[in-house]
């Protein structure tokens, strides 16, 4: 062995224990400053944390300070998943985070996307430096972030996005423009031998100049990122694409401009693969971004159902005021039609409140005296005088919204098996590559170091991930495509990809299983009296009143086609019922007590009324003349399909389970026609999210479906929320999918679809490894000895692409799945 060959041995050894150290060394943790009686930290934001591992004191105030200098939705946000929070980091501007340290234990942090991460070390008092924790102790009490205000946050962060894929569209734009020319004559050449071809668009020059705009601008989003990556000791999508490309491109260069330093039969350029990988991959980020979109809209949705101002009465003067400046204590009059501002207790008056938008109920609530108002729901008819019990961020409303961002930051985002593979992949490429120039160098034939040069670039080639960049982003923009058809909107990729393992679906009765509207079941009625008769009277009498409970009857007997007599003396008695006078006759319409008090014996009515209400119905007691005349049944019916729809998740593996705050007999007896076996009875809104968290610490994939504003909460706590389109706003943004059609039966489709799409994707993976694992060592020269056989990086282009067909071909096949809903189990 020469000097020089035993100079460049030990230089590639060096290289590759420096390699391997720089990944999988250890990391010094940063200790907090003390300031003020506070461990004050600032973290660097720009493609990494900076420090990446910070050390504080347990039992003392931590205030991190998030420097983020850069801009894309993958740092938006970082998520204390062990301690429940997440914060928005607006680009270009200090943020500060806030907590106690009561435990010790190694917390850890990461962005909103999961692709860089660091970690929370909380040293036990006691304890010397240096010495961490290896188990995090029970979870800290959830930390104080101080920050803008959840409207701004969410404000900054849509126009960011907003930005981001301005910026991307524009990205993808110049690279397919000059991509194009240089693929079509380099495949045009390739396939059909072209003659004036490589004369005009075949020059390497020429795609030098295209296909460097594309390198340096369409790219630079991802150099940049896998540059700082690299930089902070890790690896991830874009440290592999980096590589790939930058070796790609540097090779191709240097045929170009000193096509002498390569032998002839080697000279050969990759500018068209460089193009490609770069536009594809942006093309994937942009389709990712705009699905991320529309995410900060729950938030501002629920702020803006809040009322603006409130008419307080102060020292018996009335004064409208902002809503802000209300405070505990302050007597509120609020007049029929208004929204209540704030959680209050009503001091006196009664009226029938609207509270759906809280509660996702469609009866009211009658409110009395000493009853409880809840903020930004609907008053009725009626006048109410209250007093202000929880205002601001004590309010029912803001306990929602908190709920929401702490469901969304305690969820564990899902490993992508290309992130996580990358890991190790990058470190193993760069030593198999360093391993096979330097084998080359030593023991290969002449020209030794051209041979040893081409053979570590056709390593890195033939190692450039694109068809592991996109074997997840086709199939999800196919099978996203597939579901949009279906009326299955689809969010993000992890909800398609978490929705396949799905063990356990919770429903929400009203308006999910049920229409969320009360309509005419039944009617009863006694002695000799005339259904039609007295179903067109009691519809007279309810025509001017504006419960919902009045408008099924009067919506009842237009569906019957009865003419209704024009009503006179029309009364409302609040919480009882009414009174008017048609075609001649009393009618009252309403409760027992009504009937009672004027002196209507009602004993004949009273069993029909006992029956309809074990069914889950509302009984309205009616009478003529001051005689009982009849039972009238209302109640919240079943959807048409939503029986079929539960009987499809039951084949396909999956238990049901029903949720609502309705009592337990109406509950029982909605989920006896559906065929759902347990029910959740009696659940306040604010414990909806408990519910689903208990489920899931019993083992299981929860997917959480809901239409109401009360549902927001459980739906960003499940494994996968899927909202019902018709119905709030709110709890579509919450949800990871969207059921356009309003029907329970998408739930069973997009399970279908997920584990479609995830099939697939497994496919796709094989195919974007399998070239990596049979090429990075041929390209090696792992069968040179054997067969005189070496791959060049010509032929590493080669499969280079041809996996990227394999996966484009296959993921295209995902578009021939059938949507239609299957008779038997499919897992």
């Known amino acids: 062995m020469s000097v020089v060959d035993l100079v460049v041995l030990v230089a590639a050894l060096a290289a590759v224990g420096a390699v391997v150290w720089y990944f999988f060394g250890p990391r010094n943790a940063h200790s907090a400053e003390f300031v003020g009686g506070v461990q004050r930290v600032e973290v660097t934001v720009r493609g990494g944390y900076r420090p990446e591992t910070i050390q504080v004191r347990q039992n003392t105030p931590v205030e991190l300070v998030f420097n983020r200098q850069e801009e894309g939705d993958c740092t938006s946000r970082v998520v204390f998943a062990d301690l429940g929070v997440t914060a928005a980091l607006p680009a270009f501007t200090r943020t500060s985070v806030r907590l106690m340290p009561t435990r010790a234990g190694t917390f850890g942090f990461a962005c909103g996307m999961n692709m860089i991460h660091g970690k929370l070390v909380v040293v036990p008092d006691g304890q010397a430096d240096g010495e961490v924790p290896t188990r995090a102790g029970p979870a800290a009490p959830a930390p104080v ?111 170009t401009l000193a096509p002498g330093a390569i032998p002839s039969e080697a000279q050969e350029v990759y500018f068209e693969a460089v193009g490609v990988i770069l536009t594809l991959i942006l093309l994937g980020r942009l389709f990712e971004a705009r699905a991320k979109a529309g995410t900060g809209e729950a938030i501002r949705d629920l702020l803006g159902m809040q009322a603006r101002t409130a008419h307080v009465i102060r020292d018996g ?103 996580a593979a990358s890991a190790y992949f990058v470190p193993a490429v760069i030593v198999i590559a360093i391993i096979a120039f330097a084998a080359w160098f030593i023991a290969g034939p002449p020209p030794a170091a051209t ?164 069914q889950g119905k509302t009984a309205i007691l009616a009478a003529l003349d001051g005689r009982p005349a009849g039972v009238l049944a209302v109640a919240d019916t079943v959807k048409d399909d939503s029986a079929a729809a539960i009987t499809a998740l039951h084949r396909l593996g999956i238990e049901t389970v029903m949720i609502t705050g309705d009592n337990a007999r109406t509950a029982t007896a909605i989920a006896g026609q559906v065929g759902i076996s347990r029910v959740l009875a009696e659940v306040l809104p604010e414990h909806k999210a408990d519910e689903i968290r208990h489920l899931q610490t019993e083992g299981r994939r929860v997917g959480m479906v809901g239409d109401g504003i009360n549902d927001a909460p459980a739906l960003a706590a499940a494994d996968v929320g899927l909202a019902i389109g018709t119905g709030t706003d709110v709890a579509i943004e919450s949800a990871d999918i969207t059921l356009i059609s309003g029907s329970v039966s998408g739930v069973s489709t997009a399970i279908r679809l997920s584990r479609a799409t995830m099939r697939n994707i497994r496919q796709n993976l094989f195919f974007a490894l399998i070239y990596n694992a049979v090429g990075v060592p041929i390209a090696a020269g792992a069968l040179y000895p054997v067969l005189g056989l070496r791959l060049s990086p010509i032929l590493a282009a080669a499969a280079m692409a041809l996996s990227s067909l394999s996966v484009v071909g296959n993921a295209n096949r995902l578009r021939r799945h059938r949507i239609a809903q299957s008779k038997a189990p499919d897992r």
């Open 317 to 419: 003067v009335e004064a409208e005021i902002p809503l802000e400046e209300v405070v505990v204590g302050d007597e509120i009059l609020i007049r029929p039609g208004e929204k209540i501002p704030v959680d209050a207790t009503v001091l006196s008056g009664g009226s029938a409140v609207d509270e759906s938008m809280v509660t996702g109920e469609p009866m009211p609530a009658t409110k009395r005296s000493g009853d409880t108002v809840i903020g930004a729901t609907l008053n009725g008819t009626g006048s109410l005088r209250v007093r202000a019990a929880k205002v601001g961020a004590d309010t029912m409303l803001a306990q929602i919204i908190r709920l929401v961002q702490a469901a969304q930051a305690s969820r564990a985002p899902i490993q992508r098996l290309a992130d």
């Open 451 to 614: 041979n040893a040069l081409v053979s570590g670039v056709a390593v890195l080639i033939i190692a450039c991930p694109c068809a592991l960049g996109l074997a997840t982003p086709l199939s999800i923009m196919v099978g996203t495509g597939k579901g949009a058809k279906a009326g299955i909107l689809i969010r993000s990729a992890e909800a398609l990809e978490t929705a396949h393992k799905l063990d356990t679906v919770v429903l929400d009765k009203t308006g999910t299983i049920t229409r969320g509207a009360p309509a005419l079941t039944d009617l009863h009625v006694t002695g000799d009296h005339d259904e039609q008769e007295l179903l067109a009277l009691a519809a007279a009498a309810e025509t001017d009143s504006e419960h919902p409970l009045a408008a099924a009857i009067v919506a009842g007997a237009r569906r019957q086609d009865l003419t209704v007599p024009p009503a006179a003396n029309f009364t409302s008695i609040t919480g009882k019922g009414v009174r008017a006078t048609a075609a001649g006759h009393t009618v009252l319409v309403g409760t027992r007590t009504l009937l009672a008090e004027a002196g209507i014996d009602t004993n004949e009515l009273d069993r029909p009324a006992a029956a309809f209400a074990k």
């Open 145 to 255: 972030v101080t920050s803008a205000g959840a409207a701004e946050e969410e404000a900054a962060q849509a126009a960011e996005r907003r930005a981001e894929i301005k910026d991307l569209t524009r990205r993808v734009v110049v690279g397919a423009v000059l991509t194009m020319p240089v693929l079509f004559a380099v495949m045009t050449s390739e396939l059909f031998h072209v003659g004036w071809m490589p004369a005009v668009l075949l020059d390497q020059r020429l795609q030098l100049a295209l296909i460097t705009p594309v390198m340096v601008y369409v790219g630079w989003p991802i150099h940049r990122s896998g540059w700082l990556t690299l930089a902070h000791r890790n690896a991830d999508m874009n440290s592999l694409i980096t590589l790939g490309t930058v070796a790609a491109y540097g090779y191709s260069l240097i045929v």
